[in-house]
């Protein structure tokens, strides 16, 4: 069993810089792969980032690819996503999530067995 609680979203303008956090209770986190997953208003919950168990193999939507950075430090149970240079449309509820295993469906929500309950991220222009 696996709680997650993040932490580290708010407002920011175009242009800023956030750094989600998420905390892990459990002592099987370092055996998870762990994905950062948003959902904007009226969308679909869609796929942002994702690391495998030790952080060593990483993935990113084409969305991010060079903004956003996912790191987690086992020994701290936490995962985090670094967010850089921000968009509005990068608006959203962000939630971290874990799984057992990384494999190639790293991107899909419905893998995932552990949601935390999200933390808002509001970009203005």
């Known amino acids: 069993q696996v709680q997650l609680v993040e932490s580290g979203g708010g407002l920011v303008q175009a242009g800023g810089s956030l750094r989600l956090s998420c905390a892990a209770s459990?002592?099987?986190?370092?055996?998870?792969?762990m994905g950062w997953f948003r959902q904007a208003p009226g969308k679909e919950r869609e796929f942002v980032a994702a690391?495998?168990?030790?952080?060593?193999?990483?993935d990113y939507a084409d969305s991010v690819k060079g903004r956003f950075t996912i790191a987690r430090d086992n020994d701290k149970n936490t995962v985090y996503l670094r967010m850089n240079s921000l968009k509005p449309e990068d608006t959203a509820v962000y939630y971290c999530?874990?799984?057992?295993?990384?494999?190639?469906?790293?991107?899909?929500?419905?893998?995932?067995?552990?949601w935390g309950q999200g933390t808002q991220v509001t970009v203005s222009s």
């Open positions: 459990g002592r099987t986190f370092s055996s998870h792969a």
């Open positions: 690391c495998n168990w030790s952080g060593g193999v990483t």
């Open positions: 999530a874990a799984k057992l295993s990384y494999g190639s469906n790293y991107y899909s929500a419905h893998k995932y067995n552990y």
